[in-house]
Structures are given as C-alpha cells and as structure tokens.
T-cell receptor
Framework: GENVEQHPSTLSVQEGDSAVIKCTYSDSASNYFPWYKQELGKRPQLIIDIRSNVGEKKDQRIAVTLNKTAKHFSLHITETQPEDSAVYFCATHTGGFKTIFGAGTRLFVKA | DSGVTQTPKHLITATGQRVTLRCSPRSGDLSVYWYQQSLDQGLQFLIQYYNGEERAKGNILERFSAQQFPDLHSELNLSSLELGDSALYFC???????????????FGPGTRLTVL
C-alpha cells in the first residue's frame, strides 16, 4: 500500500547548525507535499509545502526540495534556534484524496 | 489559532462506552479530515468528508464512524471503546478537494481521549 518513510526519527543539532529531514514516498500519483511542525501537546502547523510542478521552495530559514523521479523530498532548516525544537512531519497527498503522514522526526536544538 | 474548533478538549471514559467528538471547520472550508495520534506516535488518517459526503477512508476501525452535517461541522463517533483507543484526535479542514491537487489542511486543537 501507499506509505511515507521519514528519516531520521530523532535529530539533535547545535544551535546555528543546519537540520535536514528526508521523506520517501511510494505513490507516484502524489502531487502535494506539506511539512508540519508539532510542539508538545499542540496541533500540527503547516510550515512549508511544495507541489509536484516545483523542485524547490524556500521561506526564510526553511526550504523544501522535491525529486519526483526518485520519489523523495526533504526539509532543510538553516541557522537552527532552540524554538525550532519540535516534531516535524512530512506528508503526501495521494490521488485518492488521502493524506499520508510520515512517522515524524523529533528535532532537538541545543543552545 | 487555525480557525478550526474541536470539542471537548478532554474526555475521560470507560471501556465499552461510546463518545462523540465534534469539529467545526474554518469558515468557508468544505472538507473535514479526522486523524488519530497515539502517544508519541505519528498521525493516522481516519476519514475525510467533503461537503457532506465521505471522500476517503484511511485506517478507521468499524467501531468508529463519522459524518458531516449540512452546516459542515463534523462528528466522529467512537463506540465499544478499548484502552488502545486512548489518543489525541485531530480534525483538520481545507477549502476544497480537487483530484489534481490539494489544499492546505488546518488543524484544530485536538480532543484528548482517555479510556480507563
């Protein structure tokens, strides 16, 4: 069936360093790839998204890249700050209207 | 604040019972999605409605059911509750559902269900 694999499950970086989280998906019909940030006990919040007709998108310190041929997309956070510490989820939207989430990456940014 | 509301915030009940979770989408959004998030787990897609009709089903148990009403609010009904049903249940909404693309989903604050 359709699935999304997300790596790593945990990531610890020093403040100011970059963080990269990668997701691989299986459904070639996927055409929308959002990333969500979830702080402890709170709702997931969209931080950036990309559609299948675009290879890269950037918003200040956050960027997402998409490789449709290889079926993977990545989240890049530069100049990390302690407030970036959270769980990050990638997701894909399939042709059947389902949204499938990755298992999440717990990011720790050490001051 | 995403504009999506969910009630109640917390719910504590016993095994075997039935509960109803309620979601009101953002003003103008026609699609509602339900997700289950168990402790330290990812988000499991349960079901999606668009303008009152079921559009997609995920890993939703037969003990669970949902509906979307004419005013677009949605309810998720969980019956014959088991200990393993304890989780955070999120509702999300988006403007439309299109076959070729998707709209951003906005999540509500969630309902924390505890089954004792």
């Amino acid at each position: 069936g359709e699935n999304v694999e997300q790596h790593p499950s945990t990531l610890s970086v020093q403040e100011g360093d970059s963080a990269v989280i990668k997701c691989t998906y299986s459904d070639s019909a996927s055409n929308y790839f959002p990333w969500y940030k979830q702080e402890l006990g709170k709702r997931p919040q969209l931080i950036i998204d990309i559609r299948s007709n675009v290879g890269e998108k950037k918003d200040q310190r956050i960027a997402v890249t998409l490789n449709k041929t290889a079926k993977h997309f990545s989240l890049h956070i530069t100049e990390t700050q302690p407030e970036d510490s959270a769980v990050y989820f990638c997701a894909t939207h399939t042709g059947g209207f389902k949204t499938i989430f990755g298992a999440g990456t717990r990011l720790f940014v050490k001051a | 604040d995403s504009g999506v509301t969910q009630t109640p915030k917390h719910l504590i009940t016993a095994t075997g019972q039935r509960v109803t979770l309620r979601c009101s989408p953002r003003s103008g959004d026609l699609s509602v999605y339900w997700y289950q998030q168990s402790l330290d787990q990812g988000l499991q897609f349960l079901i999606q409605y668009y303008n009152g009709e079921e559009r997609a089903k995920g890993n939703i148990l037969e003990r669970f059911s949902a509906q979307q009403f004419p005013d677009l609010h949605s309810e998720l009904n969980l019956s014959s509750l088991e200990l393993g049903d304890s989780a955070l249940y999120f509702c999300a909404s988006s403007a439309t559902v299109k076959a070729a693309s998707a709209d951003t989903q906005y999540f509500g604050p969630g309902t924390r269900l505890t089954v004792l």
